[in-house]
């Protein structure tokens, strides 16, 4: 039996998608009892419950792509996701950072668009493939199936939640394909995407589903998880591109690069509506999880445990997270690796921003300045050559750098102090546009945050955007989120000495290691170049290159 399923822009076969699941997931929970056999088509018949856990499971498979190459020796996806922000270095020509620098990006730079395309529509289509047959499980009760379509549902919804950040319109599709041909489709309005699919997936999930309302143990989907996820969208919703694109939802706002509107919060009905929505969710997750050590951020005995929401999973040998030597100074001989990239590296303007008294600026909690070599280089540890410059202390799995060269430490999407600043974010929002937020509601999020760190708690009346989108920098440093930040309220924080000098519109910003300031294109990415050359549907963002022949 063949299961012939379609790319979005060229035909391919799928093996069983439970099969890679079982090595990805190897470290958790067993998700399956049984070991598929064979492929499949989209006239298979899926009936026993080893079909349903089956189909379940198959989705989280592209979650781990996270971390997979950008195809340029060094390079990996997690650093294209920072390299645009001004944020970032790397001395590593072999990454071509430098074209971040100067605006030289485009649809067809190597893979680093092609790869996030292909990896959340491979994500995307998978979870089609189980949501089309999971209603037809017989062998499942009602209350299992209920909870697999939960799970493959708030998994359509996060990436299709990362194409229509990452690229604006994209390909909307909630079927499987029956041939090539209805691959070649043209882009839809991201507000169709996030109102017709992201929305509803997670509320389904969150409402309707017979998930169970706590924490995940093993990496699969809880309503907990869902909650951070649909928290997030309505967030993203109050906010850029969203709500621009909803005073004329029928201009073409990606592939024309109309974006003029700044400002934050956006000042809409829609808008508080979303923020109170994100409210109840975030209010629902609020001192469910505890904050706990910084030593918990590196350490794999703590995957899916402590603040940890919602992680890719990965087993050391078996699916290795490779932004643990990326993380390492380059050529440092400080690791086992076989080779020490150097190439996922905070700026020094972005560390010099942090207060002195920080403790997640100390020696080992989020950063590190020394360390000693690996014994594959020094059977006696000395010590390193000086760093010059401190790295990244959060992705420093010991056993991994000094001992096996494999690291199974996860991927965190969403971790409480996460939850706790959105949950910051949305009160102040909310009491801008005029609604009652108490005090103690206010400041009860960033503070919580900020004892973790030993800095003074802030008052309610130091709570602005500079205080709270500076917070989310210094503590999800490097977690791919400050780059949907900035996209989202179209802001910009600007870097000083000690603590952050200002924050800025988006359009208009120059960082200081760039060559050029922030102008609308930047606030989308361009689409795969791939993507471009296959479907003659798809239409290139503004001002990016490759375009469609006759764009």
Known sequence: ???????????????????????????????????????????????????????????????????????????????????????????????????????????????????????????????????????????????????????????????????VRYFGDVVMDTAILKNVTEAEQPRVSLKKIYDEIIIPDLEFAVNQSALEDKKSADGRITKYVARAILADVYLTCAGYPYQEVATDPAKKWCVDGLWTQQGYPVNTPSAKTFLKKAQEQLNVLYGKYTLGTYDDLHDPAMNNKGEAVFQAQFKDGVTDNSVVATSLPGLSHVSMFGDEYGTFIPAMAYINSYDPSDKRIQDRQMFYYSDTKSTKYDPKEGAAEDFGRPYLYKYYDKVAIKSSGHSGLNWTFYRYADIELMLTEVNWALRQLGEGVSDNDLIKGINDVRARAELPAYRASEINALTIFGERACELVFENKMLWDQRRTRLCLVYGDGQFAGIRNFIGYRPSDFSFSFAAMNLLSPVAGREISTNAQCLQNAGYLPKQAGQ
């Open 1 to 163: 039996m063949e299961y012939k399923y379609k790319h979005s822009h060229t035909g391919r076969k799928l093996v069983l998608i439970c099969l890679s699941l079982s090595l990805v997931f190897s470290g958790c929970k067993k998700f399956l009892d049984e070991v598929p056999t064979g492929t499949m088509t989209d006239q298979t018949e899926f009936t026993s419950a080893a079909d349903g856990a089956a189909l379940a499971v198959g989705p989280y498979r592209s979650l781990a792509l996270w971390v997979a190459t950008a195809a340029d020796w060094g390079n990996y996806l997690p650093a294209t996701l920072e390299y645009p922000t001004g944020g970032a270095f790397t001395s590593d020509t072999h990454v071509q950072f430098w074209k971040f620098q100067t605006n030289q990006v485009s649809g067809d730079l190597l893979d680093d668009f092609n790869n996030q395309w292909k990896n959340w529509y491979q994500g995307q289509r998978d979870c089609n493939f189980s949501i089309s047959k999971l209603p037809g499980v017989t062998g499942m009760s009602e209350s299992d199936r209920s909870k697999a379509l939960g799970e493959t549902r708030t998994l359509r919804a996060f990436y299709y939640f990362c194409l």
